[in-house]
């Protein structure tokens, strides 16, 4: 398939990962693409990956490429070394950036823009029933409008129960809470929930009272305080928390990601254990994510979280952090 066939579909690129193409098969967006009996499609059997591409570079790649083996691993599926993925990856990105170059006699609003970032999915369903090894592709498309926003406004949310206690993932690792698999129904279901509700997102609960994760992100909070600098003065003490990984959670990317930028910066570090009393004693609460990045919590259940100009005070910060990540 050449490049004019991605150009039909018009914003989405397709990329399948083929032995016969070393830099990835360009498919046609535009037609049907997955066959019916793909057990990605009847059961939701699969893993996928998102990430962000900003001015053509994939940020977080490796940590990406790490966790979609280890989803793949969950789900004993066999994937194509890292290398093919890297090919495809770069396929669909320059595709994507070349239609979407500004025409010749237009302004320059292509690769030095800001707005020059691409979401980039990589997928892998268990294949064709019978048998047949795994369908694999990238897929690269515009960023959605609503990500941009509420990382500017921020969000409001709602608590809801995912209705397993906090040590389910170990004791029934077949639940794969810690694999970021195809099946998102439910995750989408909550979505529309707090919709339905009036707010933008969800903070997952556990059956025990744990906070957990967002549907499709992770739950940052910080912390401001003082303590002695050891000279008869004090010094400010920032420190940031995210929840335990052991609770049954996604380990999220871009937090981690943020937590090694963060303590280079001088902020303090922190793993839960937590509880909804401590989202709404925080300084400041963001859902974290990577195509979304850092998006600010306004109300949590209808209740303010800090104030709105330490809120924005510490996003900025963060924001800036999170810029050096590659």
Request: charged share 25%; net charge negative.
């Amino acid at each position: 398939m050449t490049s004019s066939a991605s150009a039909q579909a018009g914003a989405t690129v397709l990329v399948f990962l083929d032995p016969a193409f070393r830099d990835g098969r360009i498919a046609d967006a535009s037609k049907p693409q997955l066959m019916a009996t793909d057990e990605g499609a009847t059961r939701g059997d699969g893993v996928f990956e998102s990430l962000l591409a900003v001015g053509g570079r994939p940020r977080k790649l490796q940590a990406h490429l790490n966790r979609l083996a280890g989803s793949a691993r969950a789900l004993e599926l066999d994937i194509p070394a890292e290398d093919a993925w890297r090919r495809a990856i770069e396929t669909a990105i320059r595709e994507f950036r070349g239609q979407q170059a500004a025409p010749a006699d237009g302004p320059d609003t292509g690769a030095d823009s800001d707005a020059d970032e691409v979401v980039v999915k990589l997928l892998v369903t268990r294949g064709v029933e019978g048998g047949a090894p795994p369908t694999c592709w990238v897929q690269a498309s515009p960023p959605p409008a609503a990500g941009r926003r509420q990382r500017e406004t921020g969000i409001d949310v709602v608590l809801l129960d995912r209705g397993y206690d906090s040590e389910v993932g170990e004791r029934a690792p077949w639940l794969l809470l810690g694999a970021k698999t195809l099946s998102y129904a439910v995750n989408m279901a909550a979505l529309r929930h707090a919709r339905h509700q009036g707010a933008d997102d969800v903070i997952f609960t556990s059956a025990d009272g744990r906070v957990l994760e967002g549907p499709t992100s992770t739950v940052l909070l910080a912390h401001l305080g003082t303590t002695d600098d050891g000279e008869g003065g004090v010094r400010t003490v920032r420190r940031l928390i995210t929840p335990q990984l052991d609770s049954g959670i996604l380990p999220g990317t871009s937090q981690g990601a943020l937590f090694t930028a963060a303590k280079a910066a001088g902020w303090e570090l922190g793993y839960g254990p937590l509880v909804p009393a401590d989202l709404y004693d925080a300084d400041a609460v963001w859902l974290i994510s990577s195509i979304r990045l850092l998006a600010p919590v306004n109300h949590i259940d209808g209740k303010n979280i800090g104030t709105p100009e330490l809120r924005r005070e510490l996003t900025a910060e963060l924001n800036e952090l999170f810029a050096t990540i590659e």
